[in-house]
């Protein structure tokens, strides 16, 4: 067995895939206190748990913010760079019937890398992201795990705290319908309940992305966003991408493994060199 290993290392979380032959393989994230702690961990427990032998590795392929601070071996292996954009175009375009597309990359702030056939460009992004959501939950609800604001935000409805359409007018405006949005958490007050603060700002984090991808697209015909990094998870992208999608006559897509997709893509970057 012959496999090319991506990582995507982060400041503290890293995500390891493999590709070999049939395919992709063993997706896994490992979270520690810095990056190098984290990689090393990683990596040995990814090769530990599916019982893959050092000389069963081809390539190790790192990518990510904290990758910069590796350039040594892992474990005896040479270790190689992939651009972090160029994993995110290859990543996100993996398995896709798409030609022309933008990526949507969903971490601490947001990425937009373009695809056009072999083409791959970033061309900006928003500092909104997974830290606005974290930053603001910290402050409002004491907590910084996402999986208690995703809880609480079950239990809040948006219209609790966003100021709609509907509550400026009583017709709908040419292209806003009545339930659009025209102001993220425009209702709120200092007694607003916890579980619609939530929700408001999930919704106002994913609304934004999901816009600015839009407008990053408008000057081009491309009508497809591929969605990836941790956020693309959440279930409310299940409810707001549709509405955007309704909106602006746009697709989103949110592909299996959306979090490893920057992993495979620095995997895949491997194996075209």
């Avoid at 928003?126 to 079950?154: P, Y």
């Avoid at 969605?227 to 909106?247: R, S, T, W, Y």
């Amino acid at each position: 067995m012959e496999i090319v290993i991506g990582i995507d290392v982060g400041g503290s979380t890293t995500k390891i895939i493999g590709v070999d032959k049939g395919g992709i393989k063993y997706p896994m994230i490992v979270t520690a206190d810095d990056p190098i702690t984290s990689l090393f961990g990683a990596f040995g427990k990814y090769l530990y748990d599916n019982k893959i032998q050092l000389s069963d590795v081809k390539k190790v392929m790192l990518t990510g913010v904290g990758s910069h601070y590796v350039n040594q071996e892992l474990y005896g292996l040479p270790t190689h760079h992939a651009d972090e954009f160029e994993a995110d175009g290859l990543g996100a375009h993996y398995g896709s019937k798409l030609k022309n597309l933008i990526v949507v990359s969903m971490g601490t702030g947001t990425s937009f890398v373009k695809v056009e056939g072999d083409t791959i460009k970033h061309i900006g992004g928003v500092g909104i992201g997974g830290g606005t959501i974290l930053g603001l939950s910290s402050v409002l609800f004491k907590t910084s795990d996402i999986h208690r604001i995703v809880e609480l935000a079950k239990n809040g409805r948006i219209d609790n705290v966003d100021l709609q359409i509907r509550d400026i007018s009583n017709a709908p405006l040419p292209g806003l319908p009545l339930y659009a949005t025209a102001s993220s958490l425009g209702k709120a007050t200092a007694t607003t309940a916890a579980e619609d603060m939530a929700t408001g700002i999930l919704h106002m984090v994913l609304l934004s992305i999901g816009q600015s991808a839009i407008f990053a697209a408008m000057n081009s015909p491309i009508k497809d966003f591929v969605m990836i990094g941790n956020l693309a998870k959440l279930p409310q992208c299940k409810v707001i991408f549709p509405i955007l999608q309704e909106l602006y006559h746009v697709r989103f897509h949110i592909p299996e493994y959306a979090e490893y997709r920057t992993a495979l893509g620095a995997a895949l970057s491997g194996i075209k060199a």
